[in-house]
């Protein structure tokens, strides 16, 4: 659990009670041994201190998808606050017979015990009402998917702050991961920020960088930000709770992120290797790079980047056209408009998605064509 420094360091909950137990101020807190009937001056300050950081408790959490889980249960664990409420997308049909199934962030509440409103937009309607209506001190959004109109983001006394899985002001939108990926960026992090109603510009609590991988998927990606970021919310409600201001995001480096569309994510074959390696871990898992093969969709889900001062240690023998396959015993390589692609994973039509040397080895691609 994430260290609460400064001068409320040693309140909590009571060993054994509940993380929504509130936090109580007692005799055995204070220091040089004063007691509540008659405090020393200097432990007036320190009690001061102390209520100052009770401000911020109860919590409004508004998330959907799984990798908004690790934050909710962060927080829902730490004795010093209290979900109160979480606000997510309403149940949504999945599998092949559509089933109506509540969001990841919707399951785990149930689980915890957490009042949960379902709205597809809260700018009006019943969703609005529900969370106007709500007494929490602060708001905390993780990939909710929909936007806080501007008469909601004033009713906590502390606002609404946003996860935002990015280097703000860099890429700011839906899908900040896959772009980083897609554009080669060697690092990226992430930021909470007061959300204000220009799309992710608010003035930022607190960051983490990371590195990105040379193979990692925008998927694996969201996957490890999501449950190394976690403590960066407790950061951000520690210094909201000390008065300490944001810091406002930079009018320069400015970019946007947008929502990948499955037409983006086609594969063209005529660009160099290193262009579609990016653009193939940028949309993996979703939508998913694609192409045409023999007329029907071919996803391909992981690729491996051929380096050509090595290639004579592979077991490919020629050179590759744009477009063509080429599989033999062991890898299945795709050619490009600059070297070559091996084929680490691929879904073809109407398939599961599998290791591209086990697909190969049923249906026999070679000198066919990804168009």
């Known amino acids: 659990m994430h260290d609460w420094h400064g ?36 432990e007036h300050h320190a009690i001061d201190a102390m209520m100052d950081r ?35 997308r309403p149940d949504a049909a999945v599998g092949r017979h559509r089933t ?8 785990l509440a149930h689980q915890r015990g957490i009042r949960t409103i379902k709205a597809t937009s809260v700018r009006t309607g019943a969703g609005h009402d529900e969370v106007a209506g709500l007494d929490v001190d602060a708001a905390v959004v993780v990939a909710y998917g929909g936007l806080v109109p501007a008469d909601l983001l004033k009713i906590p ?41 220009e799309l992710d510009a608010g003035a930022v609590h607190a ?26 919310i407790a950061t951000a409600l520690d210094r909201m709770a000390d008065g300490i201001d944001p810091t406002p995001q930079p009018e320069q480096g400015v970019t946007h992120a947008a929502k990948i569309t499955p037409q983006e994510a ?21 939508p998913g790079a694609w192409g045409l ?10 690729t491996c980047l051929v380096d050509p001062a090595r290639s004579h240690e592979t077991d490919l023998d020629s050179d590759l056209a744009p477009g063509e396959l080429h599989a033999t015993k062991n890898n299945l390589y795709l050619g490009t408009g600059e070297g070559v692609l091996r084929l680490m994973d691929v879904q073809a039509f109407g398939k599961k998605a599998m290791r591209g040397a086990d697909w190969a080895r049923g249906a026999h691609p070679n000198g066919k064509v990804l168009a």
Do not use: Y
């Open 7 to 42: 001068a409320a360091h040693n309140f909590g909950t009571t060993p054994g009670s509940s993380p929504r137990a509130r936090l109580s101020t007692t005799s055995a807190h204070l220091p040089h041994g004063g007691t509540e009937s008659d405090p020393s001056p200097l």
């Open 54 to 88: 009770l401000e911020i408790v109860k919590l409004l959490f508004a998330g959907t998808p799984e990798i908004a889980c690790p934050a909710l249960a962060a927080l829902d664990d730490d004795p010093r606050h209290d979900v109160v409420a979480v606000l997510t």
């Open 100 to 107: 109506a199934r509540p969001s990841p962030v919707a399951a």
């Open 157 to 197: 006394e502390h606002g609404w702050i946003n996860l935002h899985f990015s280097l703000l002001p860099r890429w700011r939108g839906a899908a900040p991961v896959q772009r980083a990926i897609m554009a080669g960026d060697e690092r990226t992090g992430a930021c909470v920020f007061q959300l204000v109603p």
């Open 207 to 232: 960051s983490t960088t990371t590195a990105i991988g040379p193979t990692e998927t925008s998927g694996e990606l969201l996957e490890r930000l999501a449950a190394d970021t976690t403590g960066l």
């Open 266 to 286: 086609r594969i063209d074959p005529s660009l160099p290797a290193r262009t579609l390696d990016r653009l193939i871990r940028g949309t993996s898992p979703a």
């Open 293 to 302: 093969l023999d007329g029907r969709r071919f996803k391909i889900l992981r």
